[in-house]
């Protein structure tokens, strides 16, 4: 028999539910101080799943109060031109959030057009002034996945200070800057990727493992010590039993053997992207506006010190 406490599912749609609904109550004193946020998000060509999840992050945006603009542009739009509409966004006082979809099509350089956001509009937290100020362990707009991924890992474990972390994956998007918050909340953080040897070894030494590698259910209970906490990042779309499935890179039913507590897919890590979205909306709000006082006392404000 297995003495351990019985397993927990991480249930990431309540936990994002929490997240909206103080999002919503931050929302109503911005309006009541003058000020009612907006969030462009701008896409790129006709990828089914990145309309997909712009829908779902405008009528999020909508259930909290937050105005949401919309800006589709063609897949063959030039670079110019989306660099033109960037500015423009950057100018527009009603705009305090941009997010541009990725992956962007192959002829447009991604990384002059992340660099092309204001910093202090930029709530995907790519921006290289971001990304370096959340490597010093500053206050910044920082990346909404992992973001979301440590709040579920301080709501299921509490102090994070003193456990081995193994982040899988080393993209820009999920892997660097997790293990960037890891290495804030003072765990011990391992970053293991394609090229990693023994990686199921490093891995099964985790208290925690986050998992943002994209390939389903890579992660067996093999991966896993027994009592670790599973963050299972993955989004993968796969042919099984002749329909079609959202699965993680974690391979769930598996790792329950072993893990204290594991994140689902659909319903983990995707909806906590999605309200710290909207989080990062009120912040960058409240970094456009650092005289108002009404906005200044709201708590949780990023401190003043990106130029
Ligand atoms: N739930 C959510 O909100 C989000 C989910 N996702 C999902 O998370 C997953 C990862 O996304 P993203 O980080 O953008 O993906 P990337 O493809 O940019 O990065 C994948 C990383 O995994 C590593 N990797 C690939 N194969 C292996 C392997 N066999 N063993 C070990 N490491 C491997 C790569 O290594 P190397 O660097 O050496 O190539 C790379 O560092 C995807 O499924 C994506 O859909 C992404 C963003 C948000
Ligand atoms: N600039 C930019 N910022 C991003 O944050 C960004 C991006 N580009 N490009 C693509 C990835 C992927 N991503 C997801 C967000 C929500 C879900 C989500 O809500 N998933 C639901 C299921 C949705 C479904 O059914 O397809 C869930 O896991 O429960 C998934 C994936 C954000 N990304």
């Not at 969030?39 to 009528?59: E, T």
């Not at 100018?91 to 202090?120: C, K």
């Not at 010093?136 to 909404?144: D, Y």
Request: aromatic share 2%.
């Amino acid at each position: 028999m297995n003495a351990q406490a019985p397993i927990k599912l991480i249930d990431g749609k309540a936990a994002a539910a929490r997240v909206l609904a103080e999002v919503s109550a931050e929302v109503r004193q911005m309006k009541a101080a003058g000020l009612a946020p907006g969030l462009a998000v701008v896409l790129v060509g006709q990828d089914p799943a990145s309309q997909v999840y712009v829908r779902n992050k405008v009528l999020r945006a909508e259930e909290c109060g937050i105005r949401s603009l919309e800006h589709k542009l063609p897949a063959d739009t030039a670079e110019a031109e989306l660099l033109q509409l960037i500015h423009t966004l950057n100018g527009d006082d009603s705009v305090n959030g941009i997010l541009v979809q990725l992956p962007l099509p192959g002829h447009i350089d991604e990384s002059r057009v992340l660099q092309a956001v204001s910093p202090l509009k930029d709530v995907d937290g790519f921006h290289a002034e971001n990304v370096g100020g959340l490597s010093q362990g500053r206050e910044v707009l920082t990346p909404c996945t992992p973001a979301g991924c440590l709040r579920l890992l301080e709501d299921t474990c509490g102090d994070l200070a003193g456990k081995h972390a193994v982040v899988i994956g080393r993209s820009n998007i999920v892997g660097k800057p997790m293990a960037a918050l890891l290495l804030k909340a003072h765990c011990t953080v391992t970053v293991v990727h394609s090229k990693s040897a023994n990686l199921k070894d490093l891995c099964r030494q985790a208290d925690i493992v986050v998992a943002a590698v994209g390939r389903p259910r890579l992660v067996d209970a093999e991966w896993i010590k027994p009592g670790a906490v599973v963050i299972d990042v993955g989004i993968n779309r796969i042919e099984e039993d002749g329909r079609s499935k959202l699965v993680g890179d974690v391979d769930f039913d598996s790792a329950l053997a072993h893990a204290a507590a594991i994140t689902p897919v659909p319903g983990g890590v995707g909806p906590m992207t999605i309200a710290f979205l909207m989080k990062n909306t009120l912040a960058a709000a409240r970094l456009q506006h650092p005289a108002q006082p009404n906005l200044a006392k709201l708590p949780e404000a990023p401190c003043r010190s990106i130029s």
